[in-house]
């Protein structure tokens, strides 16, 4: 069930939302923990609640453990519950890609392959990346000791389930959303309509106006680089940039709204990304929630690991490396996603040695250059293989023009350029913000301008597709 | 036997890291200060600035403290706990 859909807006939303009004302490957490199943079994498969559950069920009972005991036992607990959870991710999401690489099978006609056919077709469960990544949080930090373990066991599954996070984040953390929902538990649900319906009609104008459109213009083109003008290839290249920020960013609004529907701030996930000075200030802007979880739970302690090199220039670096060429396995189990993490990786580790220099530069200049780097990022991560990769930023570079291909302004271009002036106009303003929050203070006639953009929303989401994120 | 450190005496050994690191001479800094006030406060200047306190002071952190860490306040406060304990 997608958010942007007539089923989850009038058959599975209303109710949800009345009887949780009505409902009070643990009969509110069951509520909440059952629609936030029914929204996931319609997400993709009804199996897809097993791993779920599997991973709620075992984190919630390793914690009572983990906290109870001390020494090896408290230890021996803590590594069955990592096992368990990045046993299950890798299972669902990368047990194919490695023995893919492992074995070398590039033929899908070889036998090899067919033999490993079972194993390459597992569907991967949404969402599993972020619930893992959440509960893992959890682990570590009952684990610290920074954390009591939870006793409820409702209010841990509706934190794990809580339908809004659940398939594409925000990546909520245990202190941000438990102490939240025991309020609601103990007081009731306290909604926040105008801002909630606000930001979820943003959000549903960015996926439904603005990436589903570029999206249908794209598509085609990137599935033949070979026919692409040098236009169309630097358009399509702008375009996808901004086709994954309204698919995303749209998402984390619709789930930031979802939630202040029930009286639950989720975090902020994106803060205008595009308008970032540097690589640096981009990962503060761009799925924060992910950049926080990476610093906080493999960055830190990676520099911060004991031995001979702790805290040394080659351990930062080491580590840095490290953390991007895992936050871009995350994003998917293919090389290209491991070569946008690399790629990242090493933009901040060239802004961190030339930062001076880079800093002489203007401000736009800086934020230009920085927009076009991050989008040059996107290509490697759209592209899906390196062949594609290498054709596309061919055509960047006006190579293997066919003589038949004319340089472009026939309609499809020509829509994609207003597409992509309009996009980049949109994506720099405060309310893309997902934390904008002056929409009680709109005067009359913004009003009328978002109840229009909202019914626009509305009569285009027949045509939406899924979320970029649903597949992480 | 411990050793004591004044409040006044962290932050005037504090200063100059920060004007360093961050490259602004005219920082000034207050308990209430967080990284979103500081200009390229991020994670890898973060970590850096963690490791050159610890040089600077003789303390180890952990990295549960390096995550915890909300503002200069805590961080001073961390800073005289960790002297005091050493």
New interface residues.
């Given amino acids: 069930m997608l958010f942007n859909s007539f089923k989850f807006l009038i058959l599975f939303l209303p109710p949800v939302l009345v009887v949780s009004r009505r409902l009070r302490g643990q009969m509110l957490l069951f509520w909440i923990c059952l629609s936030s199943f029914v929204f996931y079994a319609f997400a993709g498969h009804f199996w897809f609640l097993g791993p779920m559950l599997f991973t709620t069920a075992l984190d919630f009972f390793l914690a009572q453990k983990i906290g109870a005991t001390e020494g090896w036992k408290k230890k021996t607990f803590f590594l069955v519950s990592l096992c368990g959870n990045l046993g299950l991710l890798f299972y669902f999401k990368y047990s194919g890609f490695f023995l893919r690489t492992f074995f070398h099978i590039g033929n899908a006609d070889s036998e090899t392959w067919q033999r490993f056919n079972l194993v390459m077709r597992i569907l991967l469960p949404a969402g599993i990346s972020f619930y893992t990544f959440q509960t893992l949080s959890y682990i570590i930090d009952v684990y610290r000791g920074e954390v009591i373990p939870e006793r409820n066991f409702w209010l841990f599954c509706a934190f794990v389930s809580f339908f809004p996070h659940l398939v594409a984040g925000p990546l909520t953390r245990h202190d941000q959303l438990i102490p939240q929902l025991e309020r609601i538990a103990q007081g009731g649900t306290s909604p926040r309509w105008r801002a909630g319906v606000y930001l979820f009609a943003i959000g549903l104008a960015k996926k439904t106006l603005l990436a589903d459109p570029i999206a249908r213009i794209i598509d085609p083109m990137i599935a033949a680089p070979g026919a692409m003008s040098p236009l169309g290839a630097w358009l399509s290249v702008f375009g996808y940039s901004l086709q994954i920020y309204f698919d995303f960013s749209g998402y984390s609004d619709m789930a930031i709204g979802l939630g202040r529907f029930f009286g639950i701030e989720l975090p902020q996930n994106f803060n205008t990304p595009y308008v970032a000075t540097d690589p640096s200030d981009f990962w503060q802007r761009w799925h924060i929630t992910l950049t926080h979880w990476l610093r906080d739970y493999l960055f830190y302690p990676l520099v911060m690991m004991r031995g001979k090199s702790r805290g040394s220039t080659t351990r930062v670096v080491l580590s840095l490396v490290i953390t991007m060429f895992l936050a871009g396995l995350w994003h998917g189990a293919n090389w290209m996603c491991v070569l946008f993490g690399l790629y990242h990786g090493a933009l901040l580790l060239l802004y961190h040695g030339f930062k001076d220099a880079w800093n002489t530069l203007h401000h736009l200049i800086r934020r230009s250059l920085n927009f076009f780097l991050v989008t040059m990022g996107f290509l490697l991560f759209r592209s899906g293989s390196l062949q594609v990769a290498r054709r596309w930023a061919g055509k960047l570079a006006g190579h293997a023009v066919q003589p038949g291909i004319p340089l472009g302004f026939d309609p499809p271009i020509l829509r994609l350029l207003g597409f992509v002036l309009i996009g980049l106009g949109i994506a720099c303003l405060p309310f893309c913000a997902s934390k904008y929050d002056r929409f009680e203070r709109l005067g009359p006639a913004w009003q009328v301008v978002f109840g229009l953009v909202t019914v626009f929303s509305l009569l285009f989401m027949n045509y939406s597709s899924r979320f970029i994120y649903y597949q992480f | 036997m411990p050793r004591t450190i004044e409040r006044d005496e962290v932050y005037r050994q504090l200063t100059p890291i920060f004007h360093a690191l961050f490259?602004n001479p005219s920082l000034q800094l207050s308990d209430a200060m967080t990284a979103k006030d500081v200009a390229?406060w991020?994670?890898?200047n973060h970590?850096?600035l963690?490791?050159t306190v610890?040089?600077k002071f003789g303390i180890r952190?952990?990295?549960?403290e390096?995550?915890?860490l909300q503002n200069v306040g805590q961080f001073v406060d961390a800073v005289i706990q960790k002297v005091g304990s050493s």
């Fill in positions: 490259g390229r991020d994670s890898l970590i850096n963690i490791i610890e040089k952190f952990t990295t549960a390096v995550t915890r």
